[in-house]
DNA sequence: CTAAAACCTCAACTAATGTTAAGGTCAAGC
DNA sequence: GCTTGACCTTAACATTAGTTGAGGTTTTAG
């Protein structure tokens, strides 16, 4: 049947995990969320066809970023299943994907510079601290530490 | 006993949990964790020194850079425990916690960049895209996909 | 043809981060 | 002095992201 080199070839779920250097469990697991599919060998065993490479990669990259495994395969159900997506299609999806790391980074950036500011002068430390509101005696309305607590939440 | 309004008045669970914006069961939790002490009261109910809350914060500022409690608690246990801080001590904890998020924030950046590229040129969707290496049959040490991943991980 | 390597399913387990519920106690106001 | 809200403990449950193991089948190499 199917010749080795020929690009046409599927591959095995061992193929698949070695070669993104994951393990088989996590393949399956994947299948299972549906975030990937195969076909199956008269044997019942998974071929996968070699797209499957590209979206393992995406879900890879973009778990480095926080992204739910949810949120990553309804990403990827916007793909077309077994076509190949338009360019439009693919821009829509990743300049979506690129808006949601856009938000993230600057919500760490500016996590990163209150605390620089924190460094600076010794806050959550010192009670002198501007971030350390001492008007705690206020009660539960008051601001208290919450001060420190960056908005977008 | 304890006045109203005096600065050393020690809080109950209930009034930590509303004035840092976490639930009763989450100040047990760290509680359980070792991230934050207490004492008891005759009856045997929490009593927090307020230095729970600048704990409190710090502990949910981490968080949201990514930082798991475990990592927090071996933070906070460097802090002297029962007296205030010096300058120092925090300069060294946020200063490390910056490097964090630091590295994060590239690593977001990075990947935001390489998806840029990709709207671009069609990338992933089409096979002539740079990053959609066909030389996939090379086989399992071929590059192939994996070309996506970002170094540093 | 046969033995080993790879594959199959299904269920249970892990770990982090909490929440929810059950059953009982404490404290404060009327 | 009783009722109500806040508190206590312990245990179970929820979610995310998988891994591990048992018991059985398929594929492949020699």
Redesign the interface.
Known sequence: MAEK?V?QRYLSVG?VA????IAVSAVHFYERKGLISSIRTDGNQRRFH?GV??K???I??AQ???IPLSEIGAALDK?PPNT????K???KL??Q??DD??E??E???R??D???K??GC?????SACPL?NPG??LG?D?P???L???KEE
Not at 84 to 87: D, E, F, K, N
Not at 122 to 126: A, K, M, N, P
């Open positions: 080199g690009l193929e070695s070669r993104c250097g070699r490479l590209r393992l990669a995406i890879k990259v480095k970023t926080g793909l190949v997506p338009t360019i299609d693919w821009e990743s300049s994907w690129r790391l856009n993230r980074i919500q760490l950036t996590l990163r209150q605390l620089g924190c460094i010794g806050c959550l430390s010192i350390y705690d005696t539960s008051g208290g530490a919450r420190l607590e960056l």
